[in-house]
């Protein structure tokens, strides 16, 4: 068995989904293997990664929308906003989602289902430069 | 160090957690490793993976009704419905938990707590064909 | 490739976060490897891992407090109280954070990003001894 490891960098321009499942299968593809484990870690504590749908667009939409409410920026109610309004619900996003990922590859393709993206969330609402961490063992 | 890796299906009835701790650990002796991780991978976005008390049946129905209260069926506040009033809320529940797991296997076991059991969490009211991807790697 | 794995002991005092970051590197060091990958498994129902900001402690105290909130002590909405009021509530915030933390090892280290620290969230009152069991792989 082998592994490969590298830095992956993403460039985000306001909160929400970014997908990036063709950057993650197009170095996946460049190892070669058959069967293996992609592991992804998402190295900010104001940014998530998520499997979600990626056909119908209201989903992601809706998801946005949803966490906007659950975690909301609310100047009343946090302690933490040294960097803007945006701060904590940030945090908060980031903890109810998860900073890591990993994915089977198997037949040579990662066993996402049909409808599944991987998405890049970004939580805070200037554009921010993002790196993700990958991790990949295999044969 | 090996690897194997497998497809585990399952058939739900309706929404909640369908134990598949078994399956599970049947699926990990088969490959006799003493050490290794195992990863699962819920191939779908309206069901997700949670590790959870098995002994408290009550804990179970609690934990359902308090997804159901915090990711609502509101017709009012989605804009996608495409598949019916539980759609969209099945996205944020699998969101809110997590569609991958990984357990070490330590001394020819998995690491798994004494009270805690495997789940998969159908979200959908209506029952599902649901698969998940299984890599094990060990020795 | 080779692989190492062990079960780490942590001792809580109340709900809340512990910062754990250290004795993971330091155990994570022993093994000398230039790149892998790292697994952590919270082996309990009522405690989690979470990947949080290590710089401002207001952002511990904010997030303790916002999963009070969306996951409070309530008699009047849980069947489950076995162990007091504080037990599915701790449930409930286990499965709202996650038992599992997988971080790639580039360049014999752990890539964590600069801010980010890893935290065991404990979510009873009382003291707890805790178990994570730890996995690493690599060369």
Redesign the interface.
Same mark, same amino acid.
């Given at each position: 068995?082998?592994?490969v490891? #590298?830095?992956l960098e993403f460039s985000t321009r306001r909160q929400g989904l970014v997908e990036i499942t063709r950057h993650v299968t197009d170095w996946v593809a460049e190892a070669g293997f058959r069967?293996?484990?992609l592991?992804l870690?998402c190295?900010?504590?104001s940014a998530s990664l998520?499997?979600? !749908?990626n056909a =119908?667009p !209201?989903?992601r939409?809706?998801?946005e =929308?949803?966490f906007a409410r659950?975690?909301p920026e609310d100047p009343s109610?946090?302690?933490?906003d040294?960097e803007g309004l945006d701060d904590?619900p940030a945090?908060?996003r #980031?903890?109810?989602?998860?900073?890591?990922?990993?994915?089977?590859?198997?037949d040579g393709r990662l066993?996402?289902? #049909?409808?599944?993206g991987i998405y890049l969330f970004e939580h805070r609402r200037r554009p921010h430069r993002r790196?993700v961490? =990958?991790?990949l063992?295999? =044969?």
């Open positions: 068995m082998k592994q490891a #590298t830095i069967q293996g484990l592991t870690f190295r900010h504590t998520l499997i979600q !749908e =119908a !209201e989903v939409a809706d998801l =929308a949803y659950i975690a109610v946090y302690a933490h040294d904590m945090h908060l #980031t903890a109810l989602t998860q900073v890591q990922l990993s994915i089977p590859l198997i066993a996402l289902g #049909t409808w599944q790196t961490a =990958a991790h063992l295999g =044969a």
